[in-house]
């Protein structure tokens, strides 16, 4: 691989020919012309890097970004034969690709606008397009505009050569920045006469000011669109104007675009259907919320039962700690901080939760760790054949009072 | 149940890992011996040439000794006892680098002191000498800190050899007692706290390269001695928790890089001299040198967790249960910080709320930070409140409750010690009270309100007061009242309400451990508990 030049190269071979064409500096220059004629006498005059720009042999050390930035400036702006210098002497710059100069001066205005010193908007563009084809005005007008916006970057020795109407050479000798503006100047205005004069030959007034509707699109050119101003100036009756509503509503109507998006949005109508149809499916396979666990004397006192909890997530205890009574209750072995399901640890006689360290008594009610309230109750009952019957779908909260419900307990 | 602290394997290992110890040791009195110490941002200019050279035979015989470790390996089924072989050839290689380095480095200080090298004459300063960076003191004594690593790299290697001959050392049981005792997780979470702060303000201390590997040395001698208890050893050698030691190495070295740098910085910038990424500003083409590198990078790491892959299996557990959770249930290990504050909080606020401010904060700093120093640079002192917050937050806040989630907690989300058992069975009482059973029950002595906003009242007015009240007292503080003249008021007090919030853990925390307070405002019947 062919060894690459480092940026600190860069950097020192732009400080050398910098005071001819400096890197930092060319982006503020006028665009050069690429057949411009070998810039070597002009970087054979340039003198030395100013003196007080730093350098590394100076400073013994490395150079930082800002002092080298600092440095490119001020070999670019700061030495006067850098800015004074011709345009068409300056070399075209290899190591910036992006800084393209266009070939002919009339012609700088689609470039990416050096002289405003950022890219043209939108406007500006459209602008340049409509103002006849090619045609150098914006450039011309762009011009002064850049010119203030830095004044550093312009000569004082150019200022003398200011004199505002004068002879200019033939465009291809034009050296100077200030010249080639003027040029440019010149040449858009001439065009734009010229322009204003075919329009006037051309059109008859009404049908100029329609014209001048007309604009460069980039999006599908609509039919009809182009001279509505000369129908609607040929034909003023009511009953026209309606059918040249209906008439421009099909032809909407009938669009590509238009069927385009029709189709998208049905497409996404239907969709959305079919996601809410899927939301409730014909056959639902829910586990029965009820539960035969036995006869009420199947269960100790003071024990909690896990035979439930794998496949039904609940405990039955039979205990009198609640409120005295003995009373047979189903736990949901859920716990109430973040919904782990705790351990029956029979020998601390409580449950805890291996998530965050939860702890609940026998009869439900928290006591340890995070979780805020106690343990929910599944509603018991007593069927006809004495079994207990254990209904999931209904739980009762005791910080809400609930567990006074009948429903949520049974007297052993 | 008792498990058996020291098994052949352990055993094997334990040898291994102090022959690591030692050659670590051994490369490091090599290094001072031998190299040119000239520290980050110091200056080599009008420094004569070394006279310390590197002995090209003491870098082959290490080296040839290792390899015929290797060989004797490979031929292990022509030899008895190969593996004893090829340990004695690595130990006795990581011996002699030791051992030459702590001579050469006394015979370089005294040919330096006779004005005379190998070859040629030197005179005067030289580089030779350690050149200390600016700002961590004087230049260290080559020739002692030598000789201090040298014997180090010997006593491990001492230590390493006396288990390869089955020597059973262990970690004494009281040192484990006493470890385990004081062990809880108030005690840890006080202790990284002032750690922080003994950090932060004996900076210069632990920036100083000597300082740094003797602690590394603590460290590996204190985990290679608990690993010989049964306990540390299964938690630690989890395939879960290998990437937390690991994350433990990596963010001990960085946070010692930056606090280091920062320092340096901190020392030249009060002396008026450029920083250290002023003076070497890293610079590299992102073609090829940028790409190349994470090139390099990708198929290193690529290979590094293929090959972790295939050493350590996934820690699968039984399928998943609705109804079964395993005890204890850990989140992944990145989330345990999280999952530690949930001890704390209501999962809105610990799982929702807080995880969310983290988020916001994060992004909003950019908004809030009105201190344009520290651009490009380490640095502590110019950005001493950033620094403090952003570290307390990341370090104590994320890593160690990591830590303590992963290491420390066990069945039903007890705290177990180190080298403690874990117990199902543990019992840790944890009667956790509200705040408005202490106000109304404890000190007023009256029985709760029905009405909820009055039984809750004692916890709005604290949350309240927190909010609204200190705020406006930190104001006062100079630091704040310098940041509200820069970023005037609205900054000031979305910044207040952040670290308010991130205060909130350990205000909670502290609460729960003094006071077994369980929540201060507690409205269970809405889910609203704070």
Redesign the interface.
């Known amino acids: 691989?062919a060894k690459?030049p480092?940026?600190k190269e860069i950097l020192e071979l732009a400080r050398k020919g910098g005071a001819a064409q400096p890197s930092g500096g060319s982006a503020e220059e006028v665009p050069a012309e690429e057949s411009a004629p070998e810039p070597a006498a002009a970087m054979e005059a340039a003198p030395a890097p100013a003196a007080d720009v730093p350098t590394p042999s100076s400073l013994?050390?490395?150079l930082?970004?800002k002092e080298k930035l600092a440095a490119a400036r001020a070999g670019g702006a700061g030495a006067p034969p850098a800015a004074a210098k011709p345009a068409a002497a300056a070399p075209p710059v290899t190591e910036e690709a992006g800084a393209e100069a266009p070939a002919e001066a009339p012609r700088a205005v689609p470039a990416p606008a050096a002289p405003l010193g950022r890219p043209m908007t939108l406007k500006e563009k459209l602008a340049a397009a409509r103002s006849g084809g090619g045609g150098a005005a914006p450039a011309a007008g762009a011009k002064p505009a850049a010119g203030a916006a830095k004044p550093a970057a312009k000569p004082a020795a150019a200022a003398g050569a200011k004199a505002a109407p004068r002879a200019l050479p033939p465009l291809e000798k034009i050296t100077d920045p200030k010249d080639l503006a003027e040029a440019a100047r010149q040449t858009a205005a001439k065009k734009e006469k010229e322009v204003a004069a075919k329009l006037a030959e051309a059109t008859p007034p009404k049908a100029k000011a329609a014209s001048k509707e007309v604009k460069p699109s980039t999006v599908l050119p609509k039919p009809g669109r182009a001279t509505p101003g000369a129908t609607a100036a040929a034909t003023t009756a009511p009953v026209s104007r309606r059918r040249q509503f209906f008439k421009a509503a099909a032809e909407v109507c009938l669009s590509w675009l238009f069927i385009a998006w029709a189709t998208f949005a049905a497409g996404c109508a239907i969709f959305t259907a079919m996601m809410g149809r899927f939301m409730f499916p014909n056959v639902l396979a829910e586990p029965p919320s009820t539960i035969k666990i036995g006869l009420p004397s199947n269960f100790d006192p003071e024990d909690v039962n896990e035979r439930f909890?794998?496949?039904w997530?609940f405990w039955v205890v039979r205990s009198t700690r609640y409120n005295g009574q003995d009373i047979i209750y189903a736990l949901q072995?859920v716990c109430?901080?973040?919904g782990?399901?705790p351990?029956w640890?029979a020998?601390?006689q409580k449950f805890?939760?291996?998530?965050?360290?939860s702890?609940f008594y026998i009869s439900g009610i928290n006591?340890?760790?995070?979780a805020?309230?106690p343990l929910e109750r599944f509603k018991v009952t007593v069927a006809d054949d004495g079994q207990i019957i254990v209904d999931k779908s209904q739980k009762f909260q005791q910080?809400?009072g609930q567990w006074s419900d009948t429903d949520s307990y049974i007297q052993a | 149940m008792h498990h058996p602290d020291l098994t052949p394997g352990v055993m094997t290992g334990l040898a291994w890992y102090f022959l690591l110890a030692s050659v670590l040791n051994a490369a490091a009195a090599a290094y001072i011996a031998y190299m040119e110490l000239v520290s980050e941002g110091a200056s080599r200019v009008g420094l004569a040439p070394k006279t310390r050279k590197l002995p090209n035979w003491l870098v082959g015989a290490f080296f040839a000794l290792y390899g015929l470790a290797v060989l004797v390996i490979l031929g292990r089924d022509l030899l008895p006892n190969a593996t004893l072989i090829a340990y004695s050839l690595c130990a006795l290689a990581n011996v002699v680098v030791a051992l030459t380095a702590g001579a050469d480095a006394a015979h370089f200080a005294e040919a330096h002191d006779a004005g005379h090298g190998r070859g040629s004459e030197v005179h005067g300063p030289s580089l030779d000498d350690h050149q200390p960076a600016i700002g961590l003191g004087k230049p260290m004594n080559r020739t002692l800190w030598t000789l201090i690593w040298a014997i180090i790299a010997v006593m491990f290697q001492a230590m390493g050899i006396t288990y390869a001959l089955g020597g059973a050392a262990i970690l004494p049981q009281f040192i484990r007692d006493g470890v385990d005792a004081v062990s809880g997780p108030t005690t840890f979470f006080v202790f990284s706290t002032i750690a922080f702060i003994l950090m932060l303000m004996f900076r210069k201390i632990v920036s100083n390269g000597i300082v740094a590997w003797a602690g590394v040395n603590a460290v590996l001698v204190l985990f290679g001695l608990s690993m010989t208890d049964w306990d540390f050893r299964d938690i630690v050698t989890k395939p879960d928790n290998v990437p937390i030691v690991g994350m433990i190495i990596l963010v001990g070295y960085f946070t010692w890089l930056s606090l280091r740098r920062a320092y340096i910085n901190d020392s030249r910038m009060a002396l008026g001299l450029p920083n250290l990424e002023e003076m070497e500003p890293e610079k590299t083409l992102t073609w090829p040198d940028l790409v190349y590198t994470e090139l390099i990078c990708m198929v290193a790491l690529t290979i590094f967790l293929v090959v972790w892959g295939i050493a350590l299996q996934a820690p699968l557990e039984q399928p998943a249960s609705s109804t079964v959770a395993p005890n204890p249930s850990k989140a992944p290990w990145y989330f345990l910080g999280l999952q530690e504050m949930l001890v704390y909080f209501d999962p809105w606020m610990a799982g929702v709320v807080l995880p969310g401010l983290i988020i916001v904060g994060l992004m909003a700093i950019p908004y809030i930070d009105t201190n344009k120093a520290g651009n490009g640079y380490y640095t502590i002192s110019q950005r001493k409140f950033a620094y403090i917050t952003f570290q307390y937050g990341f370090l104590i806040l994320w890593v160690v409750l990591i830590v303590l989630g992963t290491f420390l907690r066990g069945p039903n989300w007890n705290f177990f010690g180190p080298y403690e058992y874990w117990d199902l069975h543990k019992v840790i009482p944890l009667n956790n009270v509200n705040l408005s059973e202490i106000v109304w029950l404890q000190v007023l002595g009256l029985a709760k309100p029905e009405n909820i906003l009055k039984r809750e009242s004692p916890g709005f007015l604290v949350v309240l007061a927190y909010f609204l009240l200190v705020p406006p007292l930190l104001a006062k503080i100079p630091m704040f009242k310098k940041m509200i003249a820069q970023g005037g008021w609205l900054r000031y007090f979305v910044l207040a309400g952040l670290i308010l919030f991130m205060a909130s853990l350990p205000i909670k925390m502290v609460l729960r451990w003094t006071l077994n307070l369980k929540y201060i405002i507690a409205i269970p019947e809405y889910f609203f508990n704070i």
């Not at chain 1, 805890?352 to 360290?357: A, F, L, N, R």
């Not at chain 1, 006591?367 to 995070?370: A, D, K, L, N, T």
């Open positions: 691989m690459r480092s940026v013994g050390r490395p930082t970004l909890k794998a496949e997530g072995s109430t901080h973040l782990c399901p351990n640890l020998g601390e805890k939760c291996p998530c965050h360290g702890g006591f340890e760790g995070p805020p309230r910080e809400l």
